[in-house]
């Protein structure tokens, strides 16, 4: 089992609990203010290697370097790494305080083993969905407690984590290899969950008529017929 987190996970008393229970872990980890001497002694080993994208390819203006061995790391958990990525910013973007020689710099620490440097990096990156599906909460009513008891908002909250889910699936399932796979709330309501269609129903048949007029018709419709066509549960 992987734990991944942000720089909040980085304490001794987290990694620590996770050691003692022999769990992989992935965190934040907080530069030092030393960071700049370090980033320079890296620079001088050539410890520098292209950092990828999610696709596994190299990425433009961003490289990975392994920490470790410039750290003191004693009172930390055996076998802990620290890995550190640097990134030009995006042009037009700020510098930021603790940027140096102009690459936007952070670090995390795993106690995995073996494995290339970008991998780590991309596998850690990658916890950022979950702030995702966070944000897509919000727009789905998280942001909001509409009632006045606290079970009442219990309540309310399982329908915003039930919305969160038909979404989440229905761009997996439905909208496989589409951009409306990756389309939040605001989009979805605007373009996919407001268009205009009828249901009938004949004998034990329920059909939904959309209108083809409609921009994504064709998509949507694709979208429903492949749902339909997904295995039943297999008998318990």
Known sequence: MLIRTDTAGGTHDFLNSLTKRRLSYSVGWMLPATMPDLYRQLTKLKAWEPAY???GQP???ADVAELTGVLDLHDWPDGMRVIV???????GAQLRFDDVDEYRLTAFATNTTGSQLADLEVRHRSRARCED???IAKDTGLANFPLKGFDQNRIWLAIVALAGDLQAWSGLLAFTGHEIRRWEPKRLRMHIYTIPATIARTARRTAVHVKNTV???TTI???LNRLRDLPGPEPG
């Open 221 to 223: 419709v694709a979208g």
């Open 85 to 91: 990525r640097r990134e030009r910013p995006h042009p």
């Open 133 to 135: 599906r966070i944000r």
């Open 215 to 217: 921009r994504w018709a």
């Open 59 to 61: 990425r433009d203006g």
């Open 53 to 55: 994208d999610t696709n």
